[in-house]
């Protein structure tokens, strides 16, 4: 055998249908590139049609397949519409990966009622509800991979953690919940955590470049995260190498979190 068929059948995703809520920004769009070059079938669901054509006509343009859904994931309706929608593109997913999030975060003096539901409807509730919608058929048919992306803020609180925190910290137990119910069936489930990443979600935080370089500083490879960092620990996670990985939090922080 080959290294280059060795690899191909470790990590290949051909075959696989994979859906990517959040997929047309940030590390949500470098999760939907990598899974899609690397085989499988991907709908990405967002909100933004621009990006979304964009990030679908990028891939297509490469001979991958994509395609894309228009959904608001901060109501139940919203996100069941999106899902069979999703559902109907390529047939039921095999992968579903949980990118989609907001960042609201003013100090918890001023944090009211709206903007923790809303945190939580897009952070929790709709990974909670794409989860129900599609774990039991993966489940059924023996194969299944649900990643969702959480945050430092689900281990430490800074930097004005919020509702946000909580709502991470909500996601790491879910995806336990959920490895717990459906591992037994060939479905597993993690968490990616990222360090500080350089994508839109944290354009607040990158408008202050003295913190930016602190957080820099504060990892071990000297610099902070970009979205294209998280490409092969998603191909990992969606394909058939990881089998034996489940209900775990794969750090991909460039040591942010170590000390």
């Given amino acids: 055998m080959s290294a280059?068929?060795?690899?191909?059948?470790?990590?290949?995703?051909?075959?696989?249908?994979?859906?990517?809520?959040?997929g047309s920004s940030g590390i949500g769009r470098a999760i939907t590139g990598a899974l899609a070059r690397a085989g499988a079938s991907v709908v990405v669901?967002?909100?933004?049609?621009?990006?979304?054509?964009?990030?679908?006509?990028?891939?297509?343009?490469?001979?991958?397949?994509?395609?894309?859904?228009s959904a608001d994931l901060s109501t139940a309706e919203g996100v069941r519409v999106g899902a069979e929608e999703a559902a109907a593109a390529f047939g039921e997913p095999?992968?579903?990966?949980?990118?989609?999030?907001?960042?609201?975060r003013p100090p918890m003096t001023e944090l009211g009622e709206d903007v923790w539901d809303t945190t939580m409807a897009v952070n929790l509730k709709a990974p909670f509800l794409l989860g129900q919608r599609f774990g039991p058929g993966m489940a059924e048919r023996g194969y299944g991979r649900i990643i969702h992306i959480t945050s430092q803020q689900a281990h430490r609180a800074f930097v004005s953690s919020g509702a946000y925190g909580v709502?991470?910290?909500?996601?790491?137990?879910l995806t336990r919940s959920?490895?717990?119910?459906?591992?037994?069936?060939?479905?597993?489930?993690?968490?990616l955590v990222p360090g500080f990443v350089l994508t839109p979600l944290n354009a607040r935080l990158q408008s202050d470049p003295e913190k930016v370089a602190a957080l820099?500083?504060?990892?071990?490879?000297?610099?902070?995260?970009?979205?294209?960092?998280?490409?092969g620990a998603a191909v990992f996670l969606a394909g058939r190498s990881s089998a034996y990985v489940t209900g775990q939090s794969l750090f991909v922080d460039g040591g942010f979190s170590v000390h």
């Fill in 178 to 191: 959920q490895a717990e119910a459906w591992s037994p069936h060939g479905v597993t489930v993690n968490s």
């Fill in 216 to 231: 820099a500083a504060r990892t071990m490879v000297g610099r902070n995260g970009l979205a294209e960092d998280f490409a």
């Fill in 167 to 173: 709502s991470k910290g909500g996601l790491e137990s």
């Fill in 4 to 22: 280059q068929s060795y690899v191909s059948e470790l990590f290949s995703l051909e075959g696989r249908v994979a859906v990517v809520t959040g």
């Fill in 45 to 69: 669901v967002a909100r933004r049609e621009a990006e979304l054509r964009e990030t679908v006509d990028e891939l297509t343009a490469e001979d991958c397949r994509a395609a894309w859904v």
């Fill in 94 to 104: 095999d992968i579903l990966v949980n990118c989609a999030g907001i960042n609201l």
